[in-house]
C-alpha cells in the first residue's frame, strides 16, 4: 500500500475527530449559557420563605423580582440581592445589615428609617428613593445612583460615596463624618445643616450645593469648588 493511499485513508477518521472536537465544544458552550443564568437567580426556596416569613437573613434572592411589594420591616441583613429589583416596594424599616446589594434597583422605593449598615450598594439604583432617617454607617455606595434621593436626618458616618452620584439629592441634617466623598456629583445637592466636619473636600465641586448651617469643622477645602468661589484655605 503506497504512503498516499494510506494517508488518504486516514483522512476520514482525522475529520471525524475534528467535527466531534468541535461538536462536544459547542454543545458545552450552549449548556453553558443555558445554566449560568439559573446559577445566579433568586433560590426559590428562599424567594418563597421571604414572601410567606418577610424574614429571610443570609438568604440567595439575587436577581429577584421584588418590585411594588409591601415589605415593611422585613429581615434582608446577610442576603445576597445582587441585580435584584425592588422599584416603588416599600421597605420602611427594613433591615439590609451587611447585605451584598451591589446594583439591586431601588428607584422610587420606600426605603425610610432602613438599615443599611455596612452594605454593599456599589452601582446600586436608588434614584428618587424616600431614604429618610436611614441608618447606614459603614455602607459602600460607590458609582451609586442617588439622583433625587431624600436623605434627611440619614445617617452616613463612614459611608464610601465614591463617584455616586448626588445630583439634585436632599441630605439635610444627616451626618457625613467620616465618609469619602472622592469624585462624587453633588450638582444641586442641598446639605441644609448636615454635619460635614472633618471631611476632606479637596477637589470637590460644591459650587452648587445648598450649604446653609451646615457644620464645616475641620473640614479639608482644596481646590474645592464652593458657592463663595474656589476654596484653598488648606491646600499644603
Known sequence: ??????????EPGVHRMRLKR????TVFSVLTCLVSPLTEAADPKDLATLLSTNSCPNCDLREADLRGLNLIGADFSGAFLENASLEHANL????????NLRKTRFVAANLRNTNFSGANLQGALLRGANLKFTNAPGANFTNADLRSVNLLNANLQEVNLVEADLTGAYIGRADLRRSVLTEANFDGTILIEANLDGLDLTDIDLSSVELRNASLKGTIFCRTLTPWGQDDRDCQ
Open 22 to 25: 468541535i461538536f462536544t465544544v
Open 92 to 99: 420602611w424599616k427594613a433591615n439590609f445589615t451587611g447585605a
Open 1 to 10: 500500500m503506497s504512503d498516499t493511499y494510506a494517508l488518504g485513508r486516514r
